[in-house]
């Protein structure tokens, strides 16, 4: 059933069975659906990741010994062991492929080589949040129908998914991302098998996205959620007050609070997410050498709409002062 390390996972309609196996022996996670999984990539808090990016792009040969560099890769492989430890398939994909290409490592040559391979593991992970958290917030802000809140997300990003989906699925040999399982009694026939996160997630996110699912983003608190019912639900229930209370029994007073003492200050919010939008878009569709100084890059993007999403809380909280909040508006500008 199994090739080799690596997460399987099975699809059935909304929901999917995921295998996690170490090369050994296999153990199964919580049935989960596609939404769901999407929903707890976006929320990983990837800054420990961040730090250790920096630290290892700043190394060369000349400014590095071996031990130093050892001590970073350790670093790297605690973080991962640890990473989101209530949902394990996170920590494991970045351990498959962190230690399984450092196995054969025997000279600082192939260290430093194995350097480059962790810099782009972690910045694959990082981006892949990134553009996720950006195309999802602006799918969940745009109004309509389905069909016509992707297309509003999605404009311009069409070859970008297109060979990305390519990537992930195109192949049915055995031995490569899709397989056919040879035990029919079991309730999936087909799976495909992972051993990165960031094509895991890219296949997560292209089946959350194919159809009219249950994805929703708070008014309140920005963060993403799955309502419990189909009805339309603009606040999440997260706990916002010591006292227990949720931004479902916050959220709508504080909300029209908001919108009566600083309808402008609101507009001018709006505003900024949509003209900053608009320039990673203008980003995206330009070749490497055409880009811009008002173009954004979806990281910058997506730093930036993460502490607006914090600092309109802290505003309205009294935490914040307007100037404080302006500030963190016109960032970009």
Known sequence: ????????????????????????????????????????????????????????????????????????????????????????????????????????????????????????????MVHTQNIFFTIADAYCRFEGTHEEKTTKAFLGRETIFKCQFEQVIAHTDVGTEMFQMTRPKLPYSRGYRFDNLPAYIWYIFLHAMEFDTSFSQCNYCGHFFKPKTKKKTRYCDRVRTEDGRTCKQIGPQQIYKFRLQHNELLIDYDRAINRNYRRVERYELKLGDEK??????????????????????????????????????????
């Open 1 to 124: 059933m199994y090739l080799s390390r690596g997460l399987y996972v099975f699809p059935n309609k909304h929901t999917i069975r995921r295998f996690m196996y170490d090369g050994e022996e296999a153990t199964e996670l919580p049935e989960i659906t596609f939404e769901q999984q999407l929903i707890d990539f976006l929320e990983i808090n990837l800054t420990p990741f961040n730090r250790l990016l920096d630290k290892l792009k700043a190394y060369t040969k000349e400014n590095t010994t071996p031990d130093e560099l050892l001590g970073v890769y350790r670093a790297i492989g605690y973080t991962a062991e640890i990473f989101c430890q209530e949902e394990p398939v996170y920590s494991f994909l970045l351990c498959t492929k962190l230690y399984v290409d450092s196995y054969d490592i025997s000279s600082y040559e192939e260290l430093f080589e194995h350097k480059d391979h962790a810099v782009e593991m972690l910045r694959d």
């Open 292 to 333: 811009q100084g008002k173009d954004l890059s979806y990281n910058d993007y997506a730093d930036w709409l993460r502490e607006l999403h914090s600092a309109r809380i802290a505003f309205m909280s009294g935490e914040l002062s307007e100037e404080e909040f302006k500030e963190t508006i016109h960032q970009l500008d």
